[in-house]
């Protein structure tokens, strides 16, 4: 009798050159970990999204609703794929659809979908506009943020403390470094324009760049955890080559945070550290970061891991992390038949070739 | 010069780092590296073993065979390029 490979549906492969989504290095740590073991199902949002014809990571791949069509149409389309594809496990792994997949949580392990998430209230107190409260409660140095509704405070805040340069942020996604109030209130437009209001000021941090990425387990420990410095970005910030660290305080500042929130799932740190050496918090991703494939550089292949603790598998042992592996992206051309993109288009869904 | 030190980077600093024969040094907590020369290099693993400056020297100098003033001159050099680099 032939044992049904267990099918994991990974969202987010949107893969662009500037700012890539983290689906696709999901699907590939997924991959490496488990061969043709087991069966990726990718889902995206755009039929330009690249990840969608790489046949090597996904054996099949559908289209979604966007997350701004609502939490209905998205369980919905979810329900139809899960009447074809018996999907085990769903990892979401994009800020704008996170929200709705918390909220949908219940409803997604009644179709059979399982996943490993935050609840609502811990997604949420790591959103934005409360880290600084969240940092406070856990004992970690961060920068102030206000909440903006309006652009008017960029052309008198130098009178009340707040002064240039400060990052503009989104309440999800984006985050602009500005000089002065015109690039200011740009960089306000701007965001709101593509995140939608409120729109985040964050105090600058002088210093550099660390990321962690990692898993909580849900009772307030941290796994796996593997850290990363960019060492070049794109034009958007993203990193485009960066290089594996390994710091214990940088390492107890994510096991605080983690323990704070009792964290479910996938997370991102981002922090500064300043010129004294203090790691000041930046922001905390609900996911896993496009740089996840790093993981599976350094021997912690969390993807892997997550599988694992969805299926209530136990926790397999983490190697101590490889400071120094480095990761470079390239730009790669795919090359696919129309018949396939009209496939996509017409159908929301398709079979990629294996580019392999 | 006797059991002098100089005034170094925090020495946990300077330990944590990975040298390579090349000259390639890499620093796993923040993730730089650097390149030195040979000199630089030999400079850096003594001062890995010890800060004793007098002892630094005369390592120094069975190496490359230099006088006391070179070799004193280049650790007190490096030593500076170190807190540039660390500080």
């Known amino acids: 009798m032939k044992t049904k490979l267990l099918t994991v549906a990974v969202t987010g492969m949107n893969a662009l050159p500037d700012n890539p989504g983290p689906g696709l290095a999901v699907a590939r740590c997924l991959r490496e970990a488990y061969g043709a073991g087991i069966r990726i199902v990718g889902l995206g949002y755009d039929a330009l999204d690249p990840g969608l014809y790489l046949g090597q990571y996904c054996d099949s791949v559908y289209l979604l609703s966007y997350p701004l069509n609502g939490a209905d149409l998205l369980l919905e389309r979810l329900t139809d794929i ?4 018996k999907i085990d496990i769903l990892i979401p792994c994009l800020d704008a659809e996170l929200p709705l997949m918390v909220g949908l949580a219940e409803k997604l392990a009644g179709i059979g979908l399982k996943t490993f998430m935050p609840d609502a209230e811990q997604f949420e107190r790591r959103s934005k506009a409360r880290l600084p409260e969240l940092a406070e409660a856990a004992g970690i140095v961060y920068p102030e943020v206000k909440t903006l509704a309006n652009p008017q405070f960029f052309r008198t805040c130098n009178q009340v403390g707040w002064t240039y340069p400060l990052v503009v942020k989104g309440v999800f996604y984006d985050a602009k470094v500005v000089a002065n109030p015109e690039q200011a209130v740009a960089a306000f437009h701007s965001i709101a324009q593509e995140w939608d209001l409120p729109v985040l000021v964050q105090r600058f941090v002088a210093g550099e760049e660390y990321n962690l990425a990692g898993i909580g387990d849900g009772r307030g420990n941290l796994l796996g955890e593997v850290m990363m410095k960019k060492r070049a970005v794109t034009t958007k910030g993203k990193a485009w080559a960066g290089v594996a660290t390994a710091d214990e305080i940088l390492a107890e500042v994510a096991r605080k945070l983690v323990a704070e929130l009792q964290w479910k799932g996938p997370l991102e740190v981002e922090v500064m550290r300043d010129p004294k ?17 790093l993981s599976h550089g350094v021997g912690r292949n969390l993807p892997a891991l997550l599988l694992e603790l969805t299926m209530g598998r136990p926790a397999p042992a983490m190697p101590e992390p490889r400071p120094g592996t480095m990761f470079i992206r390239h ?8 018949s396939l993109f009209e496939t996509l288009m017409m159908q929301g869904q398709c079979t990629p070739e294996n580019q392999g | 010069m006797a059991g002098q030190t100089l005034d170094f980077p925090n020495v946990e600093t300077l330990r944590r780092l990975a040298l390579s024969e090349s000259g390639f040094i890499f620093d796993p907590v923040t993730g730089n590296s650097f390149t030195v020369n040979h000199t630089g290099q030999a400079v850096l693993q003594l001062i890995q073993q010890t800060l004793d400056i007098e002892e630094i020297i005369q390592k120094l100098q069975a190496v490359f065979e230099i006088d ?5 001159r280049d650790v007190i050099e490096f030593a500076g390029q170190l807190r540039g680099c660390f500080l």
């Open chain 2, 68 to 72: 006391t003033l070179v070799a004193e």
């Open chain 1, 82 to 85: 899960q009447a074809v594809e």
């Open chain 1, 277 to 293: 050496g203090v790691y000041q918090l930046i922001e905390i991703n609900p996911r896993f970061p496009a740089w996840i494939y």
């Open chain 1, 331 to 338: 730009a790669l051309e795919t090359i696919v038949p129309m």
